[in-house]
């Protein structure tokens, strides 16, 4: 069965800190991996899309690696903030599911305390 | 570009009535939508995924006799949840995709709560 597996489940950083956020896969045959937060009872935001042929993506503070052969990415956060303070999904779109599909995992709930 | 909107954000029912959720693409048209339910500190479980004209595709464990997707144009597909009980209450969020693309775009989902 194909999984996503984040860890952990909840992170709490004073301000400032850079800090990584860790996310599992069971299958390394994948299109894609994508980085989403959610705010609470609001719909996803799309933050960084890796393509399987890709190592890391850039956004402003956040990166996003890949390492495909190891069934592993991780999202980096530099000099957090407060206004991070959210739950990141990290979602990968399997090869041979269809096509089209992500499989998300559970999250990690940041909370970045000033 | 490429926004997503759900509505309503949130409704509450009555145990045995229906209840249907809007998903609209604005600005862009979307061949295939998704549906996707989110149980509390769980993940995103897609329920079913529809392409426009066509009849949706259900995961498996999803009655699709209960949670009745309809597709009918490429910017708007709905979801009814047909004699909602209390376990049904959740967050569904939908997101759509356009021709030629494997990304989805998310709309900002909508409580439902059965009571």
């Known amino acids: 069965k194909q999984e996503v597996t984040q860890i952990p489940a909840a992170l709490s950083v004073p301000e400032g800190e850079n800090l990584v956020l860790n996310c599992s896969f069971t299958?390394?045959?994948?299109?894609?991996l994508q980085w989403f937060r959610q705010d609470p009872g609001k719909g996803l935001t799309s933050l960084l899309l890796?393509?399987?042929?890709?190592r890391e993506q850039t956004s402003g503070r956040l990166n996003a690696s890949l390492d495909k052969s190891s069934g592993r990415s991780t999202l980096y956060i530099a000099a957090s903030q407060p206004g991070d303070s959210a739950t990141y999904l990290c979602?990968?779109?399997?090869?041979?599911?269809?096509?089209?599909?992500?499989?998300f995992g559970k999250g990690t709930k940041l909370s970045v305390i000033p | 570009g490429a926004v997503v909107s759900q509505h309503p954000s949130w409704v509450i029912c009555k145990s045995g009535t229906s209840v249907k959720i809007e998903c609209r693409s604005l600005?862009?048209?979307?061949?295939?939508m998704f549906w996707y339910r989110q149980f509390p500190k769980q993940s995103l479980m897609l329920m079913a995924t529809?392409?426009?004209?066509?009849?949706?595709?259900?995961e498996q464990g999803v009655e699709k006799d209960k949670f009745l997707i309809n597709h009918a144009s490429l910017t708007l597909s709905t979801l009814t949840v047909t004699s909602a009980h209390p376990e049904d209450s959740s967050f569904y969020i939908c997101?759509?995709?356009?021709?030629?693309?494997?990304?989805?775009?998310f709309g900002p989902g909508t409580r439902l709560t059965v009571t």
């Open positions: 299958d390394s045959a994948i299109y894609n």
């Open positions: 529809s392409n426009e004209g066509s009849k949706a595709t259900y």
């Open positions: 890796i393509q399987s042929s890709q």
């Open positions: 979602a990968v779109r399997f090869s041979g599911a269809g096509s089209y599909q992500l499989t």
């Open positions: 600005d862009f048209q979307a061949t295939t």
């Open positions: 997101s759509a995709s356009f021709s030629g693309t494997y990304e989805q775009y």
